[in-house]
T-cell receptor
Framework: KAGVTQTPRYLIKTRGQQVTLSCSPI?????VSWYQQTPGQGLQFLFE???????NKGNFPGRFSGRQFSNSRSEMNVSTLELGDSALYLC??????????????FGEGSWLTVV | AQKITQTQPGMFVQEKEAVTLDCTYD???????LFWYKQPSSGEMIFLIY??????QNATEGRYSLNFQKARKSANLVISASQLGDSAMYFC??????????????FGQGTELSVKP
């Protein structure tokens, strides 16, 4: 059974550019969440999608957006990149939100460097 | 507000010995889930073990066990027979209350475990 797949694994962008990261959840999982990890702030929740709808959103500026497709794959986009957006972006998948014994699995992450 | 606290920034353990990583949490909800993840330097967040707040028995998964003390609001991870490959960052996390139907995880700051040969 394939795990959570994130692409690209590494990327370097220039300030002001935009970036799109992709996440394919585990087959059968319909809930996808995104997290940002930095040395200073630790792991912070970005947003969660289920059935193509954003169910929950973290405290991030509007430059951070996401979407989910009918096959449960998800993308997140960051526009007008800033140096502080340099981070590891992790995608997580689960069957659906709210299940009592639903385990949440993560991908390998996308390392974004903004120069 | 929910909060996860990991008070050990770094720990050392001798190979083949057991080690306990501490995690305390704060929540006013009765229904919640607790997770432990391992993150090697590659960045991947690897699921280790899960404990539901209503589970009466401590969770176990191979060499990993969770020492769940609900009254103390602690969920310590015990790794038995440490191996060199266990060297990594370990994160304790709590999921939002189930009635919120949320999948959002709140993470602690992590503990860096180093296993010595």
């Amino acid at each position: 059974k394939a795990g959570v797949t994130q692409t690209p694994r590494y990327l370097i962008k220039t300030r002001g550019q935009q970036v799109t990261l992709s996440c394919s959840p585990i087959s059968g999982h319909r809930s996808v969440s995104w997290y940002q990890q930095t040395p200073g702030q630790g792991l912070q929740f970005l947003f969660e999608y289920f059935s193509e709808t954003q169910r929950n959103k973290g405290n991030f500026p509007g430059r951070f957006s996401g979407r989910q497709f009918s096959n449960s794959r998800s993308e997140m986009n960051v526009s007008t990149l800033e140096l502080g957006d340099s981070a590891l972006y992790l995608c997580a998948s689960s069957l659906e939100p709210g299940l009592k014994y639903d385990t949440i699995y993560f991908g390998e992450g996308s390392w974004l460097t903004v120069v | 507000a929910q909060k996860i606290t990991q008070t050990q920034p770094g720990m050392f353990v001798q190979e083949k010995e057991a080690v306990t990583l501490d995690c305390t949490y704060d929540t006013s909800d009765q229904s919640y889930g607790l997770f432990w993840y391992k993150q090697p330097s590659s960045g991947e967040m690897i699921f280790l073990i899960y404990q539901g707040s209503y589970d009466e028995q401590n969770a176990t998964e191979g060499r990993y066990s969770l020492n769940f003390q609900k009254a103390r609001k602690s969920a310590n991870l015990v790794i038995s027979a440490s191996q060199l490959g266990d060297s990594a960052m370990y994160f304790c996390a709590m999921r939002e209350p189930l009635y919120n139907q949320g999948g959002k995880l709140i993470f602690g700051q992590g503990t860096e475990l180093s296993v010595k040969p």
